[in-house]
């Protein structure tokens, strides 16, 4: 009877340690997906300052309409004014890249810049 009893509580411990390992893969590709993202593309699509804009647009959860498939054939295959990235990354890393942008949150929008002195006299 004790021996049933140790059995299954070292079922139930094994069921969660097995749990938490495949949750903790996530993670390891968001971390992936973060590092080449920083590679190749933070150059045109995060600003380097808080102060000055980015060449293409901001990369968000809701690039692409939020898309994932979307999002990786873009990454893949370019746009006319961005390169492709089929040659130079597997499509496991660009599913890793893409899970990282499902984890950035939208830009905030940038409000109206404000009038100065010197510009209330101009009107």
Not at 47 to 58: F, H
């Amino acid at each position: 009877m004790v021996r049933r009893a140790l059995i299954a509580v070292a079922l139930l411990i094994l069921a969660s340690v097995t749990a938490a390992a495949a949750q903790d893969g996530a993670p390891d590709q968001v971390k992936l997906g973060e590092r080449l993202a920083n590679q190749s593309c933070v150059v045109c699509h995060f600003a380097p300052q808080i102060t000055s804009g980015t060449y293409a647009p901001a990369l968000s959860k809701d690039s692409l309409g939020g898309k994932a498939d979307v999002i990786h054939e873009v990454i893949a295959n370019g746009t006319p004014r961005m390169p492709g990235f089929k040659y130079q990354f597997k499509p496991q890393q660009i599913d890793a890249i893409v899970a990282y942008i499902k984890t950035l949150p939208p830009a905030p929008t940038a409000p109206p810049p404000r009038k100065t002195k010197s510009d209330a006299g101009a009107d």
